[in-house]
């Protein structure tokens, strides 16, 4: 039996379609956006000793690294844990106040962060998908 190319094509689509769906696909979708896009990982994951990010403390927060060559108001020279085990996940009372920070930039406060973190201003979809990774986490 020969099926025509379309109904392929949107069979394909479908399956592509159901795994970003998916809890999996979801998370994995998260990881990538806190890996790869917005860098969470960079500034919240201290590095061993060989330079690679400490995979045992992963998103636990750390010293930076790096300090500004002037002085800019308000510096941290921390980051804080934000595994869901963290203060800070229960000094936020949990999920959707992350997912409005991602959205916002704004903390329960109503404050931005100081620097340097950014201040991300992300759809819900991706706020929702990136604190969904981080809940994943120890
Ligand atoms: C360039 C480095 C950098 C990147 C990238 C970064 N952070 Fe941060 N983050 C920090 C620093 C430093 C602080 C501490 C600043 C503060 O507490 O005001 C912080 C604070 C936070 C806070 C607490 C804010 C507050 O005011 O208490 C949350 C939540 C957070 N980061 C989540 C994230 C997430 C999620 C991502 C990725 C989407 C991310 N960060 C990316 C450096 C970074």
């Known amino acids: ?62 010293v930076m690294e790096a300090a500004p060559i002037e002085p800019i108001k308000d510096w941290h020279k921390t980051s804080p844990d934000i595994t869901p085990s963290g203060r800070l996940w229960t000094r936020w009372g949990g999920k959707p106040a992350l997912v409005k920070y991602l959205m ?15 201040t991300y201003k992300l759809n819900k979809a991706d706020a929702e998908a990136i604190v969904g990774f981080l809940e994943t986490l120890k």
């Open 104 to 118: 916002t930039g704004l903390t329960p406060k109503g404050t931005l962060a100081g620097p340097p973190m950014p």
């Open 1 to 62: 039996m020969r099926f025509p190319f379309s109904t392929i094509v949107l069979a394909a689509a479908t399956c592509v379609a159901a795994f970003a769906e998916s809890p999996a696909g979801k998370t994995e979708y998260g990881r990538y956006l806190a890996e790869e896009v917005a860098k969470c990982a960079v500034c919240h994951t201290p590095r061993d000793e060989k330079g690679a990010l400490d995979r045992s403390k992963y998103m636990k927060g750390k």
